[in-house]
């Protein structure tokens, strides 16, 4: 084969290894089958990278491949600049090639074999990284040319660690996010109520479906003097993690003031109070809080801009559309309060704007008109609820999370 023809197919090989190595991105894998191409492609029986501890100053074997002799290992370390042919190299970080090793004043022995070696720098930005290691059984084996070829698939080698290492990274990073994210999710889950109230008269339900791992919307049962129970219904401004840390903070102050007895109207204006004054200036909470009271059949609430209540009876429905104040967290404000009875066979829902606004795929809402019609239903659920919203988006991923809460006035047998 003449030169030009012999200069094409490793040029050829050259191009084939390296799209193999740089479409791999798992680093120790990456590695195995460099040293695994070299042997296989360029007919060098033993080859070996060597990527650098920057804290240790050190080249460590990473992978080889062809040694008849374990003198050296993966997992071996070699200090720059004191130990060997790499070592030089790691010092220069320029190629070096013994074409016989027997009289080089840097050469180490690593297989007793070996009479010429070739060490290439692993550079990335003109960083080095690491150290390209080949090694035959014969003298003088490596060509200009071949060392020319080799220096170009080192670039290669160097852009696929520095790309498999990145990739690492990033999957490291992400699996640390996850893991804290599902561990925020527990803490969070955590603070919803894991109990049904038990009272005389009424049946009440709640859920909370959170779009993301963690998010904003809250609710919660609080058991106050005389049988009577608090009910709430909050909604953090955003979504994620911010929200669900401003979700919990606004929970530890509700339940402070509410286990005082306030009134609704009350306790709203203490939290807002306290929010106003430490709530980032962009957030705010919507929230409904409600006192239940079984031995009159009533309820008594304050509404903070959160969508109105929907109650409905063996006569219809109507959404309840009384005066509210605006948002917590926003400025100092007043709370009204509405108190009405809830006779036997009637239904109120309190609910996020989540399941209201929750849309399609042709960007359609659910909207006001849906929950109407769903709650006008005597056997009304809120499992039913959430799963017509469900029908309704079709497996369109939730832009909000949804959460309800269904208060059912019964009949005492």
Same mark, same amino acid.
């Given at each position: 084969?003449?030169?030009?023809?012999?200069?094409?197919?490793?040029?050829?090989?050259?191009?084939?290894?390296?799209?193999?190595?740089?479409?791999?991105?798992?680093?120790?894998?990456?590695?195995?089958?460099?040293?695994?191409?070299?042997?296989?492609?360029?007919?060098?029986?033993?080859?070996?990278?060597?990527?650098?501890?920057?804290?240790?100053?050190?080249?460590?074997?990473? /992978?080889?491949?062809?040694?008849?002799?374990?003198?050296?290992?993966?997992?071996?370390?070699?200090?720059?600049? !004191?130990?060997?042919?790499?070592?030089?190299?790691?010092?220069?970080?320029?190629?070096?090639?013994?074409?016989?090793?027997?009289?080089?004043?840097?050469?180490? *022995?690593?297989?007793?074999?070996?009479?010429?070696?070739?060490?290439?720098?692993?550079?990335?930005?003109?960083?080095?990284?690491?150290?390209?290691?080949?090694?035959?059984?014969?003298?003088?084996?490596?060509?200009?040319?071949?060392?020319?070829?080799?220096?170009?698939?080192?670039?290669? *080698?160097?852009?696929?660690?520095?790309?498999?290492?990145?990739?690492?990274?990033?999957?490291?990073?992400?699996?640390?996010?996850?893991? !804290?994210?599902?561990?925020?999710?527990?803490?969070?889950?955590?603070?919803?109520?894991?109990?049904?109230?038990?009272?005389?008269?009424?049946?009440?339900?709640?859920?909370?479906? #959170?779009?993301?791992?963690?998010?904003?919307?809250?609710?919660?049962?609080? @058991?106050?003097?005389?049988?009577?129970?608090?009910? *709430?219904?909050?909604?953090?401004?955003?979504?994620?993690?911010? /929200?669900?840390?401003?979700?919990?903070?606004?929970?530890?102050?509700?339940?402070?003031?509410?286990?005082?007895?306030?009134?609704?109207?009350?306790?709203?204006?203490?939290?807002?109070?306290?929010?106003?004054?430490?709530?980032?200036?962009?957030?705010?909470?919507?929230?409904?809080?409600?006192?239940?009271?079984?031995?009159?059949?009533?309820?008594?609430?304050?509404?903070?801009?959160? #969508?109105?209540?929907?109650?409905?009876?063996?006569?219809?429905?109507?959404?309840?559309?009384?005066?509210?104040?605006? #948002?917590?967290?926003?400025?100092?404000?007043?709370?009204? !309060?509405?108190?009405?009875?809830?006779?036997?066979?009637?239904?109120?829902?309190?609910?996020?704007?989540?399941?209201?606004?929750?849309?399609?795929?042709?960007?359609?809402?659910?909207?006001?008109?849906?929950?109407?019609?769903?709650?006008?239903? @005597?056997?009304?659920?809120?499992?039913?609820?959430?799963?017509?919203?469900?029908?309704?988006?079709?497996?369109?991923?939730?832009?909000?999370?949804?959460?309800?809460?269904?208060?059912?006035?019964?009949?005492?047998?």
């Amino acid at each position: 084969m003449n030169d030009e023809n012999q200069e094409i197919k490793e040029l050829l090989l050259l191009q084939r290894v390296a799209q193999r190595i740089n479409s791999i991105l798992d680093l120790d894998l990456l590695l195995e089958e460099v040293v695994s191409d070299v042997a296989q492609t360029f007919g060098y029986s033993r080859s070996g990278v060597l990527l650098k501890d920057e804290q240790t100053n050190e080249l460590v074997i990473v /992978a080889v491949r062809g040694w008849t002799v374990n003198f050296h290992v993966k997992g071996d370390r070699f200090k720059i600049g !004191e130990y060997g042919m790499v070592g030089h190299v790691g010092l220069t970080e320029e190629t070096y090639y013994s074409p016989d090793v027997t009289l080089d004043p840097y050469y180490q *022995v690593s297989e007793e074999s070996t009479r010429s070696e070739l060490d290439i720098p692993l550079k990335i930005h003109g960083r080095l990284i690491g150290v390209f290691n080949f090694q035959h059984q014969e003298a003088n084996a490596f060509t200009n040319s071949r060392i020319q070829l080799l220096e170009a698939l080192a670039g290669h *080698v160097a852009t696929a660690i520095e790309n498999a290492r990145l990739f690492e990274n990033e999957r490291k990073e992400k699996d640390r996010l996850v893991g !804290e994210l599902n561990e925020a999710r527990s803490v969070q889950l955590s603070l919803f109520p894991d109990w049904t109230p038990d009272i005389p008269g009424f049946e009440i339900t709640g859920l909370c479906i #959170p779009c993301r791992e963690v998010g904003g919307d809250w609710f919660d049962y609080i @058991p106050l003097p005389d049988g009577r129970i608090a009910i *709430v219904l909050a909604d953090v401004a955003g979504k994620g993690t911010g /929200a669900a840390l401003l979700m919990a903070s606004t929970r530890s102050v509700l339940r402070m003031f509410a286990e005082r007895g306030l009134s609704p109207g009350e306790v709203l204006t203490k939290v807002n109070d306290t929010l106003v004054k430490d709530f980032p200036k962009t957030r705010f909470v919507t929230m409904i809080y409600a006192i239940v009271n079984p031995s009159g059949k009533n309820i008594v609430f304050a509404n903070a801009g959160h #969508p109105p209540p929907l109650f409905a009876d063996s006569e219809g429905g109507r959404f309840l559309n009384f005066n509210s104040g605006l #948002p917590l967290g926003i400025q100092e404000g007043f709370f009204p !309060e509405h108190s009405f009875e809830l006779p036997s066979v009637s239904r109120l829902l309190f609910y996020s704007d989540g399941i209201s606004e929750a849309m399609n795929q042709v960007s359609e809402e659910y909207g006001d008109k849906r929950i109407f019609e769903q709650m006008i239903n @005597p056997d009304a659920t809120i499992k039913n609820l959430l799963d017509d919203v469900q029908t309704f988006i079709s497996g369109f991923p939730a832009s909000d999370d949804m959460t309800v809460v269904m208060i059912k006035s019964q009949d005492i047998l």
